[in-house]
């Protein structure tokens, strides 16, 4: 079956090898991270939220809908990779629409997590956890899109007693239940790593880099990691240089470090020379 040029691309880039899937959080990240030759991007739930003025996870569906939609546009050669939280619904049924709406703005993947929002039961009780997969996965196959479905066992960040055993055991389930790749973020030793690459049975795993726990690229992906992702780091970086920097405005009435950097520089000449290509292409 033919799919859209940027989820052929996308289903061949999880067919073998490693590569690293950045984050960005608005146009001008998107932008950037095209310009520095990345194969694929991803949308990050928690670096959108914080442009909104908003927590992460407190992003109204519609409204995520159409950011991802915009990450898609400003990036019309190079896949995209929704993260679309929950599936904005409890329900496998619910699951299975938003899916298709999802897969509407053009995207090339998406992951559904299995965690509530809810303290008192942050995750999904796993039968239902498992259904909502399956919905999910009938949802993609009855758009015949292609996009590849990611299913995430969010154990350890939901801080699960025995997160490992238990991110495994969803992650099996998951893959059983159709996903294309398995995900479950928090793994940070090699040992973790690679029980939960053996957990999805030979299918695509994505591992988060969450905090700096000292494995490379080429460590990480000879563990079996096919995919890598960076979640909402680059925004909490570019948020904690911000606020860094009011700190030392309101605190010390100082500019130091920050208020020196000239016309934009490096910016300016990238998105002036970024946006006449893409003229040029659009017009070619």
Known sequence: MAYAPQVDAFRKLHEAGCF???????LGSARWLHGQDFKALATTSAGFAFTQGRADQDVPRDMMLAHIA??????????????FENGYADTPDGVAANTKLCIATGVAGLSIEDAT???????????????????????????????????????????????????????????EAGADVLYAPGPKTKEQIATIVAAAGGKPVNQLI???????????????????????????????????????????????????????????????????????????
């Open 20 to 26: 690293v899937m950045p984050n960005p959080w608005d």
């Open 70 to 83: 915009e990450m898609v546009k400003a990036v019309p050669d190079l896949p995209v990779n929704a993260d």
């Open 117 to 175: 929002g809810q303290p008192d039961e942050p995750l999904y009780p796993f039968e239902l956890a498992v259904e909502r997969i399956r919905a999910a996965r009938r949802a993609v196959d009855e758009t015949g899109s292609g996009v590849m479905l990611t299913a995430r066992a969010e154990c350890f960040l939901t801080g699960h007693p025995d997160a490992l055993n238990e991110a495994a055991r969803r992650i099996a389930a998951y893959a």
């Open 210 to 284: 969450y905090g700096d726990f000292g494995l490379t690229v080429p460590e990480i992906a000879a563990l079996g990691i096919r995919r890598i992702s960076i979640g909402g780091a680059l925004a909490r970086a570019a948020w904690a240089a911000f606020i860094e920097a009011t700190r030392l405005i309101r605190d010390e009435g100082s500019f130091k470090g920050f208020a020196g950097n000239g016309p934009s520089a490096p910016l300016n000449p990238f998105f002036t020379a970024d946006l006449k290509a893409r003229d040029l292409k659009a017009h070619s």
